[in-house]
């Protein structure tokens, strides 16, 4: 198996034209996230895209100058601030969104793994690793969010314990904020239409793939199997 290493600078070229039409193509990418995003929050508030996309730009922008994906409290925080909701229920739909995400850019990747090695391709274990983290992260927090959605009893009383160390105050703000992210998601699984928006989630990561893969193939002159290794291992690094 070969492996297969990005060609040096020196053979690399970008043309004006592909990088213009490559951020087109991922901002309308972006558009449909925003716009999907509208299944999981209309249930719990009517809305437009607007706010959406304005919240979906103010956290990727934190996301890039802060550490540890502050950006998407940040998103929650825009999100829950125009729309004028518990801030607690914008997190809890950013994390979902987030989960699907995950398992969606990994299940992408395991055939993309045997196309890979079928072409001769050497994959280095760290690729395995990371997409066996991506989806346990992923199952996890779908699996936190679906507990808030059954309002386990233990998961209460687990609340109710643990903030009773603090204050009147502080106890009371804590606990309206995990109530308030219960609530919501609640009313979000048991309302929206999930499947529609894995679906649509599913057609919008084939848009962000294919606009990297062509900008890859462009720039580094690389094949197509290899531009769609370098693309999902991007997306891997980025939802991880």
Known sequence: MREYR???????????????IVNMVLIAAHYMRSWNSRLLINVIKETDVKPLFKALGTGFFFNIVLPFRIGEIVRAYVLGKELAVSRSVMFCTVLFERAVDALIIGAFSIPLIFIGRASGISIHPIFYAI????FVAGFLVLYILYVFFRQKRWLLKAVYLA??????????RIRYTIW???????????NANISRYI???????VI???????FVKEVCMTGYIESLLIADAGYLSIVM
């Open 6 to 20: 990005i060609p040096a600078r020196s053979n690399l070229s970008l043309d004006p034209v592909v990088f213009i």
């Open 131 to 134: 997409i066996l983290n991506i």
């Open 163 to 172: 903030t009773d160390i603090f204050n009147e105050k502080l106890k009371n």
């Open 180 to 190: 308030s992210a219960i609530y919501g998601m609640n009313i979000i699984i048991g």
């Open 199 to 205: 679906l649509q989630a599913a057609a919008m990561w």
């Open 208 to 214: 962000y793939i294919g606009a990297v893969v062509f």
